[in-house]
Each structure stands twice: as structure tokens, then as C-alpha cells.
């Protein structure tokens, strides 16, 4: 069982900057894909960014440029570093971790962290 445990969001005005992070439980890093999702109110949770167990990265178009993610794997926790804030960024953001086993995706979610946007 894979543990996840996020901090760092609030209340920010817009162009603002947040870090979130994410810990995790053991050194999953090697064997996880990583990511940071969101839901907004009435929206489906969607994938903000990610990153892979060979460190690749990808991002949604919507934060290209201005989010960051990364990881610390002596520290098992991963950041999400979030530039030039806007209002429809706000979201509860959660950190999830994955991989496959026999070709079936699982999945591990953190318990999400609210991210308000406001001027």
C-alpha cells in the first residue's frame, strides 16, 4: 500500500506562485510513475502533470511554461512548483501514484490539497 500524503496549497492572488509537495511512503520513485491531478468544482479530475519512474515529464497545455514538477528521491516527495497563477487554477490538487501490474493499471491518491485562486 502505497501512502501519499500532500501540503502546501492556500490562498493566492493571481500571478501568484505555490509549491505543493507529496510524500510518500518508502521509495516508490523507481517504480511509480508520479503526477499531480485537479478537480474544480462540477469538473472531472484531470492530469496537471507528471512524471515517470526514468524521470521523464509531461505537462497539460493549459500549465505549460508556468508549473514545474519534480522530485526529491532521497526524501521520497515530489513538488509541484506553480508560477504566474491564474483564477482557473483553482482546484483541490491531488498527487497520485501508478503503475502497472499484469497490465492493470493501479492507482494510489493522496488526500488533496485546496488551491484557491483569488484576487
Known amino acids: 500500500q502505497v501512502q501519499l500524503v500532500e501540503s502546501g496549497g492556500g490562498l493566492v492572488q493571481p500571478g501568484g506562485s505555490l509549491r505543493l509537495s507529496c510524500a510518500a511512503s518508502?521509495?516508490?520513485?523507481?517504480?511509480?510513475?508520479m503526477g499531480w491531478y485537479r478537480q474544480a468544482p462540477g469538473e472531472q479530475r484531470e492530469l496537471v502533470a507528471g512524471?515517470?519512474?526514468?524521470?521523464?515529464?509531461n505537462y497539460a497545455d493549459s500549465v505549460k511554461g508556468r508549473f514545474t514538477i519534480s522530485r526529491d528521491i532521497a526524501k521520497n516527495t515530489v513538488f509541484l512548483q506553480m508560477n504566474s497563477l491564474k483564477l482557473e487554477d483553482t482546484a483541490v490538487y491531488y498527487c497520485?501514484?501508478?503503475?502497472?501490474?499484469?497490465?492493470?493499471?493501479?492507482?494510489?491518491w493522496g488526500q488533496g490539497t485546496q488551491v484557491t485562486v483569488s484576487s
Open positions: 497520485n501514484a501508478n503503475r502497472r501490474v499484469f497490465g492493470v493499471r493501479r492507482d494510489f
Open positions: 518508502g521509495s516508490i520513485f523507481n517504480f511509480f510513475d
Open positions: 512524471i515517470t519512474s526514468n524521470g521523464s515529464t
